[in-house]
């Protein structure tokens, strides 16, 4: 049976730490990269195109012409999951800010003029059909060394980027440590050597960098005794106070230590007239409530960062400082990106 989309891709949940071999059996570690989820399927006769597919199914092959072009490189009849990024070719690294407006991009002439600006590249870690023959069912171990195969038989070289794999734990482990200072490389995906691909299941392991950091409290969300989330920020170079992102819900023992602490703002907040989305890119707006500025957060954070210096993903509080000022907090700034590896790396 040919897959066609839309096909729900298997999912990762996320731990602190690595599972025991002894749960899921010898593992296998893979570079987490900072994209979109895509499928990408390639023809299945004359009449057929290439299609890209979204973690949610939708379509997008239209936004990226320099992948439907580079396609002709591989077979038809193929299914392959990977992570779709792009690279600022002024900037100089990888920039999660170009692949929105790839995805978002409208009409032939814009979408070509970004393919040249913001080329793209799909960073593949497994194969679910070849030659028109489900390979689902087929142990994680089988589907990489197909995959190994068709990237060294095929040559595929930029913008088809074979996924960093080892099932060396120390070195995962330096990958988590070292590749993850750069921005665009996030953590790593866990997955079990005999397992079969399910989709829409949560089977794999993702596990990010995340850096202890300090943040200012500007806002709140629930009332001034039990805060629900922080907005937090930080001053630029300028003095200006600059968001940098929110807290996850904080737990019952924490809100009612942050409440205790809480000062309402006072005319004047650098925030005021602000409104604060729920999410990362998301539409739905916050009810805030804005504090006096003078709470210091020890917060938790992975290394997804955009160029407005905002974290994408929610922090975790880890407790107040009433030991530091908001002085002493780091400035803010946003992060570098780099490259994905080319070729079968």
């Not at 597919?53 to 990977?82: C, E, M, N, W, Y």
């Not at 100089?92 to 002439?109: C, D, I, K, V, W």
């Not at 665009?184 to 050597?193: L, R, W």
């Not at 002493?328 to 079968?344: C, I, K, N, R, T």
Request: glycine fraction near 8%; include cysteine; hydrophobic fraction near 40%.
């Amino acid at each position: 049976m040919t897959l066609r989309p839309p096909v729900e891709p298997m999912l990762a949940q996320a731990v602190e730490s690595v599972p025991g071999p002894g749960v899921l059996g010898e593992l296998a570690f893979e570079q987490k990269f900072d994209g979109y989820r895509a499928l990408l399927f390639t023809p299945t006769g004359p009449d057929s195109a290439m299609l890209l597919q979204t973690r949610r199914g939708s379509l997008i092959q239209d936004r990226f012409p320099d992948l439907v072009t580079a396609a002709d490189k591989l077979p038809d009849g193929l299914v392959l999951d990977g992570e779709l990024v792009v690279w600022d070719t002024k900037a100089g690294h990888l920039s999660f800010e170009g692949l929105q407006r790839r995805t978002t991009a409208r009409g032939r002439r814009s979408t070509r003029a970004l393919a040249t600006s913001l080329p793209a590249f799909f960073i593949a870690f497994d194969i679910l059909q070849q030659d028109g023959s489900e390979l689902i069912n087929f142990s994680y171990r089988q589907r990489r060394l197909r995959l190994e195969a068709l990237f060294a038989a095929r040559h595929l070289s930029a913008p088809w980027t074979l996924c960093p794999m080892t099932t060396d734990l120390l070195k995962a482990e330096q990958w988590l440590e070292s590749w993850t200072e750069i921005s665009g490389v996030e953590g790593i995906v866990v997955k079990a050597m005999n397992q079969p691909y399910r989709p829409g299941h949560r089977g794999w392991y993702k596990l990010r960098r995340r850096n202890t950091t300090e943040a200012i409290i500007g806002a709140i969300t629930g009332t001034m005794i039990r805060p629900q989330l922080l907005l937090l920020g930080r001053h630029d170079a300028y003095g200006d106070l600059r968001t940098i992102g929110r807290t996850a819900p904080l737990r019952a023992e924490l809100a009612r230590l942050v409440g205790g602490n809480l000062i309402a703002a006072e005319a004047g907040h650098p925030w005021e007239g602000w409104r604060f989305a729920s999410a990362w890119g998301s539409r739905d707006i916050l009810n805030v409530t804005l504090v006096r500025p003078e709470l210091v957060a020890e917060i938790s954070a992975d290394t997804a960062v955009d160029r407005g210096g905002v974290f994408r993903h929610p922090v975790r509080f880890k407790r107040l400082r009433l030991d530091v000022t908001v002085e002493e907090v780091p400035l803010f700034s946003p992060g570098p990106s780099a490259p994905p590896a080319e070729g079968s790396g």
